[in-house]
């Protein structure tokens, strides 16, 4: 079947989504990123393997946080980075997204990173470039964000070592969350036996059981006895009343506190793919516990970006 | 001018035809239908040997993009589009630009295709005006000017008070109202149908509901203001169950269904194809196969096209950016003989809804090959193997889930008024 | 071919860098062979003395053409390098490529005074302005023939000599 990531060898050409990656291809990734994770403790943090490529971040929709992630990660292999924040320039001129890109493309740059707010926009720029420049997907709409579940992936690897006997659960608004859904996929295809979905139903997407996960609606039984516990961040526009009645309401129902969190395993850890809002998803204690790793994420997810973009730089044609 | 047609096999669903039988067609009507007819009767003659020749489709939805933003699309291209598929008669929703709200433009629109002599445009004209849902147009002034029913295209009306009140209208006149039925709040912003494609796509899903619960509105309205009322594009089982229950009690309805349903689900999206950006969403496989068992036994009563050509600058966006709709007139009559062969259903039965049973719903006396009838006719080739691509369709669209793909069956000659309004590089004239 | 004693062969070595072991030496192990070397001579040098090993994958030269392929444990230098004395142990050395990458990735720890380098085997195949200051064998190969260095049942070293296929 046409996977549009690989190319006509098998190799990684894109990340587009963590749907359609092997369980060998993730855990590539992973190792890869294992040997990636000293060069940050060096004085020199730097290895010249992307020296004299070109990296562009061209963000459609802001985001400097995962910008500026990819940015550290490129610099660290050697790379040049461009931004671009095509939010405030080109776009709001008029020019299409096709239009950008074929700009883009005439700069020669070899890697694009890109987030956009529309799901399906990496895999359409990917369709459009020549063979030998390469797409990373830094989020589209609720579709995807493969980064940050390689990422996930990776810490729970970190300080679970095997997935084949986990309890992963993942709290908060699954409906709008291209995270929730990349995580879903890595945590499948590397073989957790239980994924739990916990939310109220108005922000669980249809049929999300066919992906593969238990829904709860109780939060107090979904983290009964899990390992790992993923926090999801609740945007504003969802507690006006629409979807969610107020912040104060949802945190009562689907907060994080620390009585919940003894609920699920003594040594379960804590994540959040950031930024955090304190008070709303999850206590401020429970966000500075020992079991919280969400600190940790952001290092391993440079690390991890590292490897994606070494990967997918060392496909020749 | 005379044109006998040889040897063809008729289908002709009205008059229960389906023979091996020559036509002669003479001054813009059928003179005569019958075995070997005498060739000299007739000035040209089409060897139909080996060809389907049936009446002249009424297609009952499709987009000419007139009055439109002349940017590709015209009348004139797309109705030889629909001459290429076999398409004599043609229905089109008011959502043009100018919205067709104002007996002025129905008559200009009439007046143009009438002088392009490629077929007959029955326009349906605006219900409320702007299409806003919330004032009645001049309802019976546009139907003088030749607007032969009333729809909301892709509006639906959200206030049922003036849904009531313009069934009510529309009733005092016998008129018809075509709408397709979706809730306008539980299908804002949906993209494709709700379900586990939407859910691992990340695109906004539209649940049957929305299509149900307005199918339940408004046939309830029918039945108590005793409205004539076809429903356009049904894309769910459960809406033609709300269908088949409503006819068994006496409600004036009658519905089709877009040439898309019948092949593709949501699955087919795949990889965000665009062309694949259809309202109404492609849904499941289950709706699917019950809008196939629907035809058969008689709850659909047509099929159509649903045209609708996009320029492809629309196409290349990311998917919810995109333009919707697809090119699909030259398309419908393969697709239909596709859908006999595959689920071995009686052809005749599928012609009929395509030509004799549009006819009925237009309340016009077309699609059949009566005798003394206007000599509209589409003559197939079931064996003709073509590749759809941006050559092969007349079309300025060529937005199609087809693309790419390979078809059996093409539409080789159209004849309308009497005259061959389309030839396909195959047909040879003998005089 | 009469392939040469491993175990003599490490044996002269150690006794070579014995020599010149002092207070500012940094031993350190190209992976895997070097590394391997350096594990089984360490535990007989006299004194204490700080080690580490390097992986060189991101230093490579053929990255464009072979892409990624990281086969060893990440690099390990957890001691000071500025103004040390490395001794950069290897088992066969050929091109000098390997040593040049592994020789960018020391520079990125930091500034040694003095680099060594210390291996069993020398191909003559230099293509580099590189050699090693201390060789126990010099032997002559073809192009497509692999020397390696591989750990028998009985724990000892021996030679292992691979024909590919181009």
């Known amino acids: 079947m046409f996977n549009p990531q690989l190319n006509n060898k098998g190799n990684l050409n894109h990340l587009l989504s963590i749907e359609g990656l092997s369980k060998e291809k993730i855990i590539q990734i992973l190792d890869t990123a294992e040997s990636f994770l000293k060069i940050g403790e060096r004085d020199v943090k730097k290895v010249p393997i992307l020296r004299g490529k070109t990296v562009c971040n061209v963000f459609f929709e802001n985001s400097t946080r995962t910008r500026t992630t990819f940015e550290i990660a490129a610099k660290r292999l050697s790379a040049d980075v461009i931004n671009l924040n095509v939010a405030t320039s080109s776009q709001s001129k008029g020019e299409t997204v096709l239009d950008t890109i074929n700009n883009l493309i005439a700069m020669n740059a070899d890697i694009f990173v890109v987030r956009h707010s529309s799901s399906g926009a990496a895999h359409f720029i990917a369709s459009h470039v020549k063979p030998n420049i390469h797409i990373i997907n830094a989020g589209d709409g609720n579709h995807s964000h493969p980064t940050q579940g390689l990422l996930d992936a990776f810490t729970i690897r970190k300080y679970k070592t095997n997935f084949n006997n986990l309890k992963v659960a993942i709290v908060g608004d699954i409906l709008n969350s291209r995270v929730a859904r990349s995580n879903i996929h890595a945590l499948n295809i590397l073989g957790v036996p239980e994924i739990r979905v916990i939310a109220p139903k108005t922000l669980l997407p249809d049929e999300i059981e066919k992906l593969g996960v238990h829904v709860f609606y109780d939060i107090d039984k979904g983290l009964k006895d899990a390992d790992v516990i993923m926090m999801l961040r609740i945007q504003n526009e969802r507690m006006d009343g629409i979807m969610l009645p107020s912040q104060e309401e949802y945190f009562k129902t689907y907060g994080l506190n620390q009585v919940r969190l003894d609920l699920a395993k003594k040594d379960a850890i804590v994540m959040h793919p950031g930024p955090m809002n304190r008070g709303v998803e999850i206590d401020s204690a429970v966000a500075d516990s020992e079991q919280s790793v969400i600190l940790p994420q952001v290092t391993f997810g440079i690390a991890v970006r590292m490897a994606v973009m070494a990967i997918l730089a060392g496909q020749h044609s | ?431 | 071919m009469n392939l040469p004693n491993a175990e003599n062969l490490i044996e002269s070595l150690k006794n070579k860098i014995n020599e010149m072991i002092d207070e500012n030496t940094v031993l350190i192990g190209v992976q895997r062979g070097g590394e391997l070397i350096l594990q089984k001579i360490l535990p007989s040098l006299g004194s204490a003395v700080a080690t580490g090993s390097i992986d060189t994958s991101f230093y490579r030269d053929d990255f464009s053409s072979r892409g990624l392929k990281i086969k060893n444990k990440p690099s390990k230098i957890d001691t000071e390098i500025n103004g040390k004395h490395i001794i950069l142990i290897d088992d066969v050395f050929s091109s000098g490529r390997t040593v040049r990458a592994a020789m960018n990735e020391i520079f990125d720890y930091g500034r040694p005074d003095k680099i060594t380098l210390a291996v069993l085997i020398d191909r003559n195949e230099q293509e580099l302005p590189i050699s090693p200051q201390i060789c126990i064998e010099k032997i002559s190969l073809s192009k497509n023939q692999h020397l390696e260095l591989v750990l028998d049942e009985n724990k000892k070293f021996t030679f292992h000599l691979k024909e590919s296929h181009v």
């Not at chain 2, 219900?127 to 729809?151: A, H, M, P, R, V």
């Not at chain 2, 209208?169 to 016998?174: E, P, R």
């Not at chain 2, 159509?304 to 629309?314: A, G, I």
């Open chain 2, 1 to 431: 001018m005379s044109i006998l047609i040889k040897n063809g096999r008729v289908v002709d669903p009205k008059n229960n035809i389906d023979a091996i039988l020559d036509i002669l067609v003479v001054d813009g009507k059928i003179a005569e239908l019958n075995k070997n007819l005498d060739s000299k009767k007739a000035k040209q003659i089409i060897d139909a040997s080996n060809k389907i020749v049936m009446p002249g489709i009424i297609d009952l939805q499709l987009n000419l993009r007139e009055p439109g933003n002349q940017y590709k699309s015209t009348l004139e291209s797309e109705m030889k589009a629909a001459n290429a598929g076999g398409v004599t008669g043609m229905v089109c929703p008011p959502d043009t630009t100018p919205i067709l709200d104002e007996p002025g433009l129905v008559k200009m629109l009439k007046n143009k295709s009438e002088a392009l002599k490629l077929g007959n445009v029955y326009p349906l004209g605006a219900l409320t005006q702007k299409l806003s849902g919330k004032l009645l147009t001049e309802i019976n002034d546009l139907y003088e000017s030749g607007c032969i029913g009333f729809s909301q295209a892709e509006k639906p009306i959200q206030d049922t008070e003036v849904l009531y009140r313009s069934f009510q209208y529309l009733s005092t006149f016998n008129l018809k109202a075509f709408l397709r039925a979706e809730d306008a709040y539980l299908s804002e912003k949906g993209i494709i149908n709700a379900g586990e494609i939407s859910t691992r796509l990340g695109l906004k899903g539209i649940q049957s509901i929305s299509e149900t619960t307005a199918i339940n509105k408004i046939l309830e309205i029918a039945h108590l203001t005793k409205t004539k009322v076809h429903l356009n594009k049904i894309s769910t089982a459960d809406g033609l169950n709300l269908v088949k229950i409503a006819k068994k009690n006496g409600v004036k309805v009658t519905c089709d269904v877009s040439i898309h349903q019948i092949f593709l689900t949501d699955n087919d999206i795949g990889f965000f194809n665009t062309n694949c950006f259809l309202k109404p969403p492609l849904r499941r496989e289950s709706d699917r196969i019950k809008i196939i068992d629907s035809i058969v036994d008689g709850t659909i009563d047509a099929i159509c096209s649903d045209h609708s050509p996009v320029n492809e600058d629309n196409k290349l966006k990311p998917f919810a950016e995109s333009e919707h709709g697809a090119s699909s007139v030259e398309l419908l009559m393969p697709l239909v003989y596709k859908l006999s062969e595959d689920y071995k259903i009686d052809l005749g039965l599928l012609i009929n809804k395509i030509t004799n049973q549009p006819s009925g719903i237009l309340e016009i006396n077309k699609g059949s090959l009566s005798v003394n009838s206007d000599a509209d006719i589409c003559i197939f080739d079931p064996e003709h193997s073509w590749e759809i691509n941006s050559k092969s369709l007349i079309s300025e669209g060529k937005n199609t889930p087809f693309f790419n793909q390979n078809l059996t069956g093409k539409v080789s000659s159209t004849i309308f008024n009497g005259n061959i309004v389309f030839t396909g590089s195959s047909v040879i004239l003998k005089n």
